[in-house]
């Protein structure tokens, strides 16, 4: 089936450096990927929608600026963290679609974000 | 906009079956899924139902969607300790997204 291979599944950042999270599809082509927040004991939070070869679109009141996505291929899409603060320490989690027919909304394992 | 609604706990004796509720607001969903999430891991699909379905069954899952009132249910048979999670319902809104409920933590007692 479809698998979904996220990296790292936990980081711990100094407050001020950026931290890179990549989500790689690895049997089958991914042209839109999706990025979650979520925070302790709540709901998945949609960040934003990853289109491969183009801009993110994000949701209202994501700051595109800290938050930078990109999709350069097919199978990989990266979120990268900017000078990363503790309020950004969260549980991230990226999402791949495939065939809606099958549940094609394919998980990748979460990555846990620690700022110090 | 879209609101997906579940209540925030359920607690179950193993053995017994569990019924997880969820209420939705867009009618022109197509797809609603169930995902489970263990402690620190991400989303697992358990199930998924096509709009135009009343039920689905799959082994110890049985999804029922009455589209009437916007209400999916998951009822799990013979809960195992095993099942202890929480559990998310989800739909995909016009703009292709899934919106997920608030979730479930369903905690399982011997």
């Known amino acids: 089936g479809a698998v979904v291979s996220q990296h790292p599944s936990r980081v711990i950042c100094k407050s001020g450096t950026s931290v890179k999270i990549e989500c790689r599809s690895l049997?089958?082509?991914?042209?839109?990927m999706f990025w979650y927040r979520q925070f302790p004991k709540q709901s998945l939070m949609l960040m934003a929608t990853?289109?491969?070869?183009?801009?993110?679109?994000?949701e209202q009141g994501v700051e595109k600026d800290k938050f930078l996505i990109n999709h350069a291929s097919l199978t990989l899409s990266t979120l990268t963290v900017t000078s990363a603060h503790p309020e950004d320490s969260s549980f991230y989690i990226c999402?791949?679609?495939?065939?809606?027919?099958?549940?094609?909304?394919?998980f990748g394992s979460g990555t846990r974000l620690t700022v110090v | 906009g879209e609101d997906v609604e579940q209540s925030l706990f359920l607690s179950v004796r193993e053995g017994d079956s569990s019924v997880i509720n969820c209420t939705y607001t867009?009618?022109?969903?197509?797809?609603l899924y169930w995902y489970k999430q263990e402690p620190g891991a991400g989303l697992q699909l358990l199930t998924y139902?096509?709009?135009?379905?009343d039920m689905k069954q799959d082994q110890r899952l049985t999804v029922l969607l009455n589209k009437k009132d916007k209400h999916l249910s998951l009822r799990i048979a013979d809960t195992q300790t095993g099942d202890s999670a929480i559990y998310f319902c989800?739909?995909?809104?016009?703009?292709?997204?899934?919106?997920f409920g608030t979730g479930t933590r369903l905690q399982v007692f011997p």
């Open positions: 999402s791949a679609r495939g065939d809606r027919g099958r549940g094609g909304y394919t």
């Open positions: 049997d089958f082509q991914a042209t839109t």
């Open positions: 990853s289109n491969e070869g183009s801009k993110a679109t994000y």
């Open positions: 867009d009618s022109s969903s197509t797809y």
């Open positions: 139902i096509f709009s135009n379905m």
């Open positions: 989800a739909e995909i809104s016009n703009t292709d997204k899934l919106i």
